[in-house]
């Protein structure tokens, strides 16, 4: 694997990995905190990246582009939305599906955005 493909990621992936433990910080010493949040962020994060660019890579012509652009934003929402009836829902919080599903979009455009220059920087000529 070549890691200059996946640069961008390296560099987002700690960011966001940050931004999601951070919004507890109280209860960042808690091992089921802990383990949770990686889980969010391996469904939201790290799944739909790497599915995503082993899909782009089978796609020729034009189509490469879009789908670099909209497939981790799908999946994204697709792991976030199996997180929220995996792990929220159980618990019984109050939040519903259509507050948590928003927060799959920004982490799901960047993807997308990282996964195209990607695509398009390393293109086979």
Do not use: C
């Not at 929402?77 to 199996?82: D, N, Q």
Request: proline fraction near 7%; avoid cysteine; hydrophobic fraction near 55%.
């Amino acid at each position: 694997m070549n890691v200059q493909k996946h640069i961008g990621f390296l560099i987002f992936l700690p960011i966001y990995g940050y931004l999601k433990f951070a919004v507890a910080p109280a209860m960042m010493a808690q091992p089921g905190y802990m383990m949770t949040t990686a889980l969010l962020v391996i469904m939201t994060a790290v799944i739909p990246y790497f599915l995503s660019w082993f899909l782009v890579q089978k796609i020729e012509g034009y189509a490469r582009y879009g789908a670099a652009l909209v497939l981790p934003l799908v999946l994204g929402a697709a792991g976030l939305a199996t997180y929220y009836f995996l792990i929220i829902v159980p618990m019984e919080t109050p939040l519903t599906l259509a507050k948590v599903l928003p927060r799959s979009i920004t982490p799901g455009v960047v993807l997308g955005l990282i996964l195209l220059a990607s695509t398009f920087l390393h293109r086979e000529k």
